[in-house]
């Protein structure tokens, strides 16, 4: 009988033998084989889901960091980690629990993790065997009724899955390593927004001063203008005073506002836990400037940007020999068929054929140039990005370290110098004062320039805490203006040996 119609494969010839029946000893034999031979690869194929989804991994990598200030990242808050934040918050909330809170707290970390996640799932999947595919088909012709089985594996997917397995990995490595970038970058954008909050709180309490001051010095030249010992000019000038000082505190105010309300946010605080306490002022500055040595060297061997560049590259070059190998054939199944046919006849007699299928892509037009050329462009693109990571982290570090020494003596300058000076002076001015050497108005425009002196030297001391944080980031972490174009990247490249 001619054997009836099969399901079509396009573009791809099938090699296919047909045996007659075989014996009940070798069909045993050949189910036994073909048992051992699957068990053998399911169990090389073995893979399972990390219990933490790699959470572990990450806190490793970023343990005994400066900017984590001990704290640990939590992939979900749970209800322990909540009575903890507000413990923290009934407290003036210092740097080091602002940092803790939005480790816990914050949708940046559930999210940076949750990619992470992800990224593992990828990594059992890409470490899985590839499901067997059953097929069936029952088909008629007159009085005949043929029954056909089929079992076809991917050998392709087979051969491959130990290689796929371990870019995998490698490419698992690398998400991790980007994970503890996000978690270090938010801990660094936590520590700057408290300082630039803290700092326009107190801010906004000198210029108030300030204002008070200009006010007063108002109120009194409208009075002796008002019984002509004060001419109209020097009172215009003073009412100038008082409406810039009015212009720089309201300012300043927003200022306050918008610094509390980001901070707010990194913290993933809602509702009545907005209403947390900071303190009145900045910590002070260190006695003295770090020893770092070598700071390119230190950003080159440390930062996490750096590594995650080396460990994407890595897997990358890895594809491209599989890419290679497997260029002109990339697909192959083997299948096992059975195929019984009945006859309708007064015996009911009925005939089982078994054999092989073999299913083969011929290349005729496609001999796998186009994939070997991405391959080759991919990797040579990951190598770039891992020289221009590795100037930029060298660039960095330098200027971090020069921007840190800058802002730290003018802050010096400011605390050992400027203020002690102008606070020197505005004592001398009392004095004059209470002497009958000095009159009111060059007594309250002393406290004026006093008042701006001081919130100069509160914006310095700023500066430098937010450069302390850059420094620390730039030499550990990743990049101050994030991983945006290393996260993109790395999300647009294929899995290895895709096609």
Not at 141 to 156: A, D, I, P
Not at 302 to 327: C, E, F, I, K, P
Request: hydrophobic share 45%.
């Amino acid at each position: 009988m001619n054997s009836l119609a099969r399901r079509p494969y396009a573009g791809i010839p099938r090699y296919r033998t047909d045996s007659p029946p075989l014996g009940r000893k070798s069909h045993f034999s050949f189910l036994r084989t073909a048992t051992a031979l699957t068990a053998a690869l399911v169990l090389a194929g073995c893979a399972s889901l990390s219990p933490d989804g790699g959470a572990g991994d990450v806190q490793a990598l970023v343990d005994g960091n400066p900017l984590m200030a001990g704290a640990a990242a939590q992939r979900k808050p749970d209800d322990a980690s909540q009575q903890s934040v507000d413990a923290l918050l009934a407290k003036p909330l210092d740097a080091e629990a602002a940092v803790r809170i939005a480790l816990v707290n914050s949708p940046r970390v559930q999210e940076a993790f949750a990619t992470l996640q992800l990224s593992d799932a990828d990594r059992v999947q890409a470490a899985s065997l590839p499901n067997p595919v059953l097929s069936f088909s029952r088909l008629a012709q007159g009085s005949e009724r043929e029954f056909e089985r089929m079992l076809t594996f991917n050998v392709v997917g087979l051969l491959t899955l130990p290689w796929q397995a371990r870019w995998a990995g490698q490419r698992h490595e690398a998400a991790k390593l980007q994970a503890a970038q996000s978690v270090l970058l938010l801990a660094a954008d936590t520590r700057r927004a408290w300082v630039r909050a803290v700092a326009a709180q107190q801010s906004v309490s000198y210029l108030r001063d300030a204002k008070d001051a200009t006010e007063a010095g108002a109120e009194l030249a409208h009075r002796m203008a008002k019984v002509g010992n004060w001419s109209a000019l020097q009172r215009t000038r003073e009412q100038l005073l008082l409406a810039d000082a009015s212009a720089q505190l309201a300012r300043a105010e927003q200022a306050a506002v918008a610094s509390r309300e980001q901070l707010t946010r990194l913290l993933g605080l809602s509702g009545a836990r907005t209403g947390y306490t900071l303190p009145d002022r900045l910590p002070p500055l260190p006695k003295a400037a770090p020893e770092l040595g070598d700071v390119q060297a230190l950003a080159l061997r440390d930062r996490l940007d750096v590594r995650s560049a080396q460990a994407q590259n890595t897997a990358v070059a890895g594809s491209l020999g599989l890419t290679h190998a497997t260029r002109m054939i990339n697909a192959m199944e083997l299948g096992v068929v059975r195929n019984t046919t009945f006859e309708n006849d007064a015996d009911r007699s009925k005939s089982t054929t078994r054999g092989f299928e073999l299913e083969l892509p011929i290349p005729i037009f496609d001999w796998g140039q186009a994939r070997s050329g991405r391959a080759e462009a991919q990797y040579l693109q990951s190598a770039a990005r891992v020289r221009d990571v590795g100037v930029l982290a060298a660039s960095e570090a330098r200027e971090a370290w020069q921007g840190w020494n800058t802002a730290y003596a003018l802050a010096r300058r400011y605390r050992d110098e400027v203020l002690p000076l102008r606070k020197q002076v505005n004592e001398e001015m009392v004095l004059r004062y209470n002497g009958m050497l000095a009159s009111v108005w060059e007594l309250l425009g002393e406290t004026r320039a006093s008042m701006l002196a001081v919130n100069a030297g509160m914006e310095a001391q700023r500066d430098f805490w937010l450069a302390d944080t850059d420094l620390q980031l730039v030499l550990t972490g990743s990049s101050p203006g994030g991983m945006t174009a290393l996260q993109t990247a790395a999300t647009n490249e294929p899995a290895a040996g895709g096609h």
